[in-house]
């Protein structure tokens, strides 16, 4: 099947503009751009994954139709606390990120790997549902744009090759927003991923409302981004089109109110593995894995196999957790046992060894894991807790 556009059928990585987020050049678009740029995306072959609006939260799925968009909308999120409501405007993106991430759709929480059947005579192998998808992601914030960028370095650039998802991923299309309301749970200003995106889209657009007028400033990022604003209908933008729009961001990056101390995360975490912190995070944290299920970044999965009496067996990789105890089972036994050590396990993955392992930060500040824990627990504060006791000199 051919893509209309660009070259999505290879497994080649995407080559994204670097910019240093600057507006160098961009088009000007009416307000009405996603009730034609959605069906040209289904036209053309994708499955529209978007926010939209599921059971009270704005969550990444597939959408059919530019009404499906959280039009008018809003979210307030605070540790352990999220609600949406009508925001009384034609907004399009008047919100923050929700719990569901793209690796929801890239590396689904469940896939079956591999079916293999019997037969009269012989066996019959089929392989990976997930194979041939071909998603175009509308939307997508700068600290899931990091966040997709460190994935493709896990599953994609590694050692370990996962087909799943680079099949999935070389055919993806993105779309950003740069995003113009900071949640309270955001940090991604301190992590260097946002709120302005500066690489990994397609297209990028920012959304100006200035009295009666709603318009989108639209920057394209790869050859398939131009493709797609050559085929809508658009006009250059003027230097205050693009004074105004970086001005979005600008506003953005100073509402944000939540931020990763100033830190050498490594070398804190490094040097107080014994501390007693731990134990003090365990007496509130319930193991229950909502922080690595709701995290952008999170790459962990556990395969399968199951037979049936008809003779049909099947291999199935689920996502799994560093909160479970069966993650860490070494020989018939989790060494993982205590809620202490797998919070100071997520945590030291997150903000020491994944420098290591992939060269960059595992977080990119997006504020999933602070909202969606039940109780609370805010990876920012936590690291400032260590990092101010750790300071203290005993007596
Ligand atoms: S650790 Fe938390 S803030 Fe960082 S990327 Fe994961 S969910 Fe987002
Ligand atoms: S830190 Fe919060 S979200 Fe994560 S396992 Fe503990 S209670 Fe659950």
């Known amino acids: 099947m051919g893509w209309l556009f660009g070259d999505r059928n290879t497994a080649e990585p995407h080559r994204y503009a670097q910019t240093n987020g600057d507006i160098v050049s961009a088009r000007v678009i009416q307000g009405d751009l996603f009730e034609s740029l959605i069906p040209m995306l289904i036209s053309s072959g994708y499955r529209v994954v978007a926010p939209t609006l599921d059971e009270g939260a704005i969550v990444y799925d597939v959408i059919d139709d ?4 959280p039009i008018g909308w809003t979210d307030e999120q605070g540790p352990a606390s999220y609600r949406s409501y009508d925001r ?31 037969g009269d005579t012989d066996l019959a192998f089929a392989s990976d549902e997930h194979e041939g998808r071909a998603y175009a992601f509308v939307g997508v914030r700068a600290c899931d744009l990091a966040a997709l960028a460190i994935q493709d370095k896990v599953l994609v650039e590694s050692r370990f090759v996962d087909a799943a998802y680079t099949s999935a991923r070389s055919r993806s299309l993105v779309i950003a927003v740069n995003c113009s309301v900071a949640g309270a749970t955001c940090f991604c200003a301190s992590m260097g991923t946002g709120p302005r995106c ?45 004074t105004d729009a970086a001005d979005v961001s600008l506003a953005t990056e100073r509402a944000i ?17 014994e501390h007693s912190i731990w134990e ?7 193991s229950c894995t909502n922080c690595t299920l709701v995290c952008p970044t999170c790459f962990c999965s556990t395969i399968s196999d199951f037979t049936d009496l008809a003779g049909k067996a099947t291999r199935t990789k689920s996502w799994d957790s560093c909160f479970s105890l069966d993650f860490s ?5 989790p060494v993982r046992t205590s809620s202490s050590s797998r919070y100071r396990q997520w945590i030291t993955h997150k903000l020491a060894y994944w420098y290591d392992q992939f060269g960059s930060s595992g977080c990119v ?30 007596v």
């Open 66 to 69: 530019a009404a499906d968009l």
């Open 198 to 242: 500066s690489s990994g889209y397609d297209l990028v657009v920012t959304e100006l409302v200035r009295g009666d007028a709603h318009e989108f400033v639209v920057e394209s990022g790869t050859d398939a981004g131009a493709d797609i604003l050559g085929a809508l209908g658009s006009r250059e933008a003027s230097p205050s089109d693009i």
């Open 88 to 118: 009384g405007d034609d907004v399009y993106f008047g919100y923050s990120v929700g719990p569901r991430s793209l690796r929801a759709f890239l590396s689904p929480p469940h896939l079956t790997l591999l079916t293999i059947t019997r």
């Open 365 to 394: 500040g997006c504020g999933r894991c602070i909202t969606w824990c039940p109780v609370g627990i805010d990876i920012t504060e936590e690291i400032q807790r260590l990092d101010s006791e750790a300071q203290e000199v005993p």
């Open 257 to 273: 109110s939540t931020s990763m101390p100033d830190v050498d995360t490594y070398t804190l975490l490094t040097d107080n593995l």
């Open 329 to 333: 089972n070494l020989h018939g036994h």
């Open 280 to 286: 003090d995070i365990a007496q509130r944290c319930l």
